[in-house]
């Protein structure tokens, strides 16, 4: 049983793709800091894959569980208003997705990614694009993640 549990948890993840171009996340553990604050009880180690162009890198970032559940609520309004926004973005500046809807169902991807945010890290900027029928997809995969790392305590946006 615990090799199932271990391969489910390598599935838990949240992938856009477009064209051989990537970006994944794959959140792998609670960062336990030694705090009574419900704000250090809700960050997560995450894996970062990111494939623009020809360029292929992978590093580990610090999400808040809150920054997941946002995303979430945010595609799944786009489902019906196809001229919305979505956005990812985290307080300490590893990822930033830009989400937006042309009104027709098509979606651009704005990505800018930084492997060491506040000490001068490299970054990557690219665009990706999806249409519609990838958002149901999407939500499911942030809603594996927020269910695995849910928002521990007293903050203002709650898991759906």
Known sequence: MGNLKMTDRQDISFEIFDSGDIVRLEPFELIKYNSEIDWDKNWVKTKVTIKGGKFVGQYNGEFMTIDFEKFKQELSRL???????????????????????????????????????????????????????????LVNQLDLITKEYPIIGDLKIKNE
Not at 80 to 93: P, Y
Request: with cysteine; net charge negative.
């Open 79 to 137: 489902y019906d208003n196809l001229n919305g926004t979505a956005d990812f973005h985290d307080l300490e500046g590893y990822l930033d997705l830009k989400i937006i809807g042309d009104g027709l169902g098509h979606f651009e991807v704005n990505v800018l990614a930084c492997d060491q945010p506040g000490i001068d890290g490299s970054q990557l900027t690219f665009s990706m694009a999806f249409d519609q029928t990838e958002i149901k997809k």
